[in-house]
């Protein structure tokens, strides 16, 4: 036996597992501890070395949009005396604490690189080694990657373009020409923090409107209504979506914003555009601070030409551009991606000529991110734990 072979023989995974989730965020923590309630032993992949590291990377100002009763881990509230939109370092303790209190086996430091079909299994190869599993939940999060168009010219720019992932503090903004690019929510994060610094111009450019609403009317969170929302046809919640954002802010497009192509609800199901939260921001426009321009037809080596030929002179730019999944590597061989590289299917819904394979946390919901993880958890773990796949001596 050569030295090859008995490496390849070492290597060999002991056993099918029943079920592997990948990634220890809000969604794979959930349907995780889901899945174990209901008796379905199951490891948790995570390539990082802590948890809720993209929120330990995120700015230091960033709250959730969500309200607190609406974004809390299934069974774990938030502890008495937390802000109705907590902060990210209480977001990062509220998942520590809840891995900590259900005993959740994350294995830290586990990258997953390729999961392949095996006709009555999941082949899951990572850098670690191979694993074997009848179920996979891939959670690795719709916002994985920042994304930043190719704009023409923009390497020759000799101010900085960042995502807003990387928004950093906004006193560093102070005395500096900012040109925020995208009006969906991230773009409105970042607006909401530069409203109240002392910068020497703020841009927003929009090719359209967005979705807005307050994070309160009076004193009514606007969020919490959020569960009554998701169970309205399409129709009716674009509609009031739409008045309550006319009734908060009036006709917008007076000041440049361009109308929105379609109703809030309507662009959450189909093309995955958040909701947008204001918090500033569109008063900051209302008085002239933030000046909302067209979209950017290229860069210069010390401004931006606009789509209608206008020239500005920004020393930073925030591209709120957006994010991919970054999935392309891992599954993008299943057919199971759509060209944004968005999962075909999400939660409970599966493809039957993939049995054993699942997606959370793929697309928006007007409930948040925490909710959702928690309703599509259930869904998984109802199919999963409802199959006979998830026993070890099982086949199909």
């Known amino acids: 036996m050569t030295d090859t072979t008995i490496r390849s023989v070492v290597d060999l995974p002991a056993k099918v597992e029943p079920a592997i989730v990948v990634g220890a965020g809000a969604a794979g923590l959930a349907v995780a501890h889901a899945l174990m309630n209901a008796g379905v032993p199951t490891a948790i992949l995570e390539k990082e070395s802590r948890l809720a590291e993209p929120w330990h990377r995120r700015h230091k100002q960033l709250h959730l949009n969500t309200h607190r009763d609406l974004s809390s881990l299934p069974g774990l509230p938030y502890p008495p005396g937390t802000p109705a939109f907590p902060h990210r370092t209480v977001v990062i303790r509220h998942m520590n604490d809840f891995r ?209 030929g206008s020239l500005i002179y920004p020393d930073i730019v925030i591209a709120a551009t957006g994010y991919r999944t970054g999935l392309e590597p891992m599954v993008g061989k299943l057919g199971v991606l759509d060209a944004k590289g968005v999962p075909l299917f999400n939660g409970g819904q599966a493809d039957p000529k993939l049995p054993g394979l699942w997606f959370t946390g793929m697309r928006p919901s007007i409930r948040g991110c925490f909710a959702n993880a928690g309703i599509l958890a259930k869904a998984i773990a109802k199919r999963i734990a409802g199959s006979a796949s998830h026993q070890p001596g099982a086949s199909r």
């Open 100 to 308: 900590e209190e259900n005993r959740l086996p994350v294995q830290f430091g586990v990258a997953v690189e390729e999961i392949a079909f095996k006709g009555d299994h999941w082949a899951v190869r990572t850098g670690a080694g191979l694993r074997l599993a009848r179920n996979v939940v891939v959670a690795t999060g719709r916002d994985r990657q920042p994304f930043i168009p190719e704009w023409k010219g923009m390497k020759d720019f000799v101010g900085r373009i960042i995502h807003s992932a990387d928004f950093g503090d906004a006193q560093a903004y102070a005395g500096q020409k900012v040109l925020v690019v995208g009006a969906g929510n991230s773009g409105f994060d970042a607006l909401n923090h530069l409203a109240g610094i002392d910068t020497a111009a703020i841009w927003l450019s929009a090719r359209s409107g967005p979705a807005l609403l307050p994070k309160r009317i009076g004193k009514i969170a606007v969020h919490r209504l959020s569960p009554f929302m998701a169970r309205l046809p399409l129709r009716v919640a674009d509609a009031v979506m739409s008045a309550t954002q006319r009734l908060a802010f009036g006709d917008l497009t007076k000041f440049g914003l361009p109308p929105a192509p379609a109703g809030g609800a309507s662009r959450l199901t189909s093309d995955y555009t958040a909701i947008a939260a204001d918090d500033g921001a569109v008063s900051a426009i209302k008085a002239g601070k933030i000046t909302v321009v067209p979209g950017i037809r290229e860069f210069t080596r010390d401004g931006v030409i606009l789509a209608d």
